[in-house]
């Protein structure tokens, strides 16, 4: 099997556990990769030889992204409604339903290469997992497909088919729907089930419910809670134990305690509150309160459609008061976590060879330079994908 030996890295991040700090940094470093795995990690002085030398140049290299929650299969452009959100219109969840209108009358072959287009997009700026979710379809053939369609892309996918009820149908005949035909035609293409719980979608019995059906299917769950208004879905998902739970911007004393007290992540999603003008969760409150946080993308055609997990980085430390290097954990190592994935988010021997080269000294600049396109290379499972 060839070996590759990335050495002159100035800074490496590798959130092993094992090492000092939160990132486990290492500097003047090398890392070998082997296959698609990382082989050895250490002071470049100390590297093995190897079949190919990589020159860092000083660079520093951090995990690839995990991004744990998007939504990037649909059609359409919703552009207008930005606007029109951005001059003085509120968001609310019923969005949703212009998306799912053209996501139907979209041919199979134009999801796939509209997801294609996305994920090469996040590749770009240096995501290296991601979870797509269903969610725009909200019938039994169109959840299904849009599964298939994701699971070309991705190992995690999540059914969705409670995001929203469809214009033309009671909430019961809904929930029916979705925990009978549409859940046995989406599971065999689906790892996760996850309900948009709110005021405007479904409620906490209703979660529950489509929750435990999914569960009975060997579907795991996660929830979207707690994102326009108070609510029980935050203290739901820890009461099932849920991996995670998603959004967190509208919490309680007591939501904190639930969370506290769980293993339940909180995924905060700051690109949406950036794109919709609503208050961004505390998480400098949740950290200090000691509950587990990751960061992911939420990229969607409706309230957030930012692909860019550096973007989230650089709002979680100017907006939320996260340190840059509690912003890089959570949208990598937490982000892994967050789909109870050990193999990714971090750079140790055994682990996936994903890793991102950045064009600056340190993974700081980050947050340091917001907007600026800071990914050098990429590499999946050990091969090179850009650079
Ligand atoms: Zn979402």
Same mark, same amino acid.
């Given at each position: 099997m060839t070996t590759t030996v990335i050495t002159g890295i100035g800074e490496l991040v590798? &959130?092993?556990?094992?090492?000092?700090?939160?990132?486990?940094l290492v500097h003047d470093a090398a890392l070998v990769v082997e296959g698609g795995r990382i082989a050895w990690v250490g002071p470049a002085a100390e590297a093995p030889e190897a079949d190919v030398q990589v020159d860092a140049g000083g660079r520093a290299v951090i995990p690839g992204f995990v991004d744990?929650?998007?939504?990037?299969v649909f059609a359409g452009d919703r552009s207008a409604e930005f606007e029109a959100r951005m001059t003085g219109q509120p968001y609310t969840a019923g969005g949703i339903r212009t998306t799912v209108a053209r996501t139907r009358a979209a041919s199979d072959e134009q999801l796939t290469s509209h997801v294609a287009r996305l994920v090469a997009e996040m590749r770009a700026q240096g995501t290296t997992t991601l979870e797509i979710k269903s969610g725009?379809?909200?019938?039994v053939h169109d959840e299904a497909r849009s599964l298939a369609v994701a699971r070309q892309f991705t190992e995690e996918t999540t059914f969705l088919g409670a995001h929203v009820v469809p214009a033309d149908t009671s909430a019961e005949a809904y929930v029916d729907l979705v925990t009978g035909p549409m859940l046995a035609a989406a599971a065999p293409h689906a790892r996760w089930i996850d309900v948009f719980c709110e005021d405007g979608a479904f409620d906490v019995d209703q979660a529950r419910t489509i929750l435990a059906a999914g569960s009975a299917s060997g579907l795991r769950g996660r929830l979207h809670a707690n994102q326009l208004t108070y609510g029980g879905g935050v203290q739901l998902a820890c009461e099932l134990g849920l991996v995670a739970v998603d959004h967190c911007t509208f919490l309680s004393p007591l939501d904190v305690e639930s969370l506290r007290d769980s293993r339940t992540i909180a995924t905060l999603l700051p690109g949406v509150e950036f794109s919709t003008r609503q208050p961004y969760p505390d998480a400098r409150g949740l950290l200090d309160a000691g509950v587990r946080i990751a960061l992911a993308s939420?990229? &969607?055609?409706?309230s957030c459609f930012t692909s860019s997990m550096a973007l989230c980085i650089a709002l979680a430390v100017r907006?939320?008061?996260?340190?840059p290097a509690e912003a890089l954990h959570a949208a990598t190592a937490m982000g892994a976590a967050a789909l109870d994935r050990?193999?990714?988010g971090v750079l140790a $021997?055994?682990?996936? #060879?994903?890793l991102v080269l950045l064009? #600056?000294?340190?993974?700081?600049h980050l947050a340091y330079r917001p907007?600026? $396109?800071?990914?050098?290379g990429v590499w999946q499972a050990g091969r090179p994908t850009l650079g």
């Amino acid at each position: 099997m060839t070996t590759t030996v990335i050495t002159g890295i100035g800074e490496l991040v590798t &959130n092993d556990p094992g090492r000092e700090g939160l990132l486990g940094l290492v500097h003047d470093a090398a890392l070998v990769v082997e296959g698609g795995r990382i082989a050895w990690v250490g002071p470049a002085a100390e590297a093995p030889e190897a079949d190919v030398q990589v020159d860092a140049g000083g660079r520093a290299v951090i995990p690839g992204f995990v991004d744990s929650h998007s939504h990037l299969v649909f059609a359409g452009d919703r552009s207008a409604e930005f606007e029109a959100r951005m001059t003085g219109q509120p968001y609310t969840a019923g969005g949703i339903r212009t998306t799912v209108a053209r996501t139907r009358a979209a041919s199979d072959e134009q999801l796939t290469s509209h997801v294609a287009r996305l994920v090469a997009e996040m590749r770009a700026q240096g995501t290296t997992t991601l979870e797509i979710k269903s969610g725009y379809g909200l019938s039994v053939h169109d959840e299904a497909r849009s599964l298939a369609v994701a699971r070309q892309f991705t190992e995690e996918t999540t059914f969705l088919g409670a995001h929203v009820v469809p214009a033309d149908t009671s909430a019961e005949a809904y929930v029916d729907l979705v925990t009978g035909p549409m859940l046995a035609a989406a599971a065999p293409h689906a790892r996760w089930i996850d309900v948009f719980c709110e005021d405007g979608a479904f409620d906490v019995d209703q979660a529950r419910t489509i929750l435990a059906a999914g569960s009975a299917s060997g579907l795991r769950g996660r929830l979207h809670a707690n994102q326009l208004t108070y609510g029980g879905g935050v203290q739901l998902a820890c009461e099932l134990g849920l991996v995670a739970v998603d959004h967190c911007t509208f919490l309680s004393p007591l939501d904190v305690e639930s969370l506290r007290d769980s293993r339940t992540i909180a995924t905060l999603l700051p690109g949406v509150e950036f794109s919709t003008r609503q208050p961004y969760p505390d998480a400098r409150g949740l950290l200090d309160a000691g509950v587990r946080i990751a960061l992911a993308s939420d990229c &969607n055609p409706g309230s957030c459609f930012t692909s860019s997990m550096a973007l989230c980085i650089a709002l979680a430390v100017r907006e939320m008061r996260m340190s840059p290097a509690e912003a890089l954990h959570a949208a990598t190592a937490m982000g892994a976590a967050a789909l109870d994935r050990d193999d990714v988010g971090v750079l140790a $021997p055994g682990k996936a #060879a994903d890793l991102v080269l950045l064009d #600056a000294p340190s993974y700081v600049h980050l947050a340091y330079r917001p907007g600026v $396109p800071l990914v050098a290379g990429v590499w999946q499972a050990g091969r090179p994908t850009l650079g």
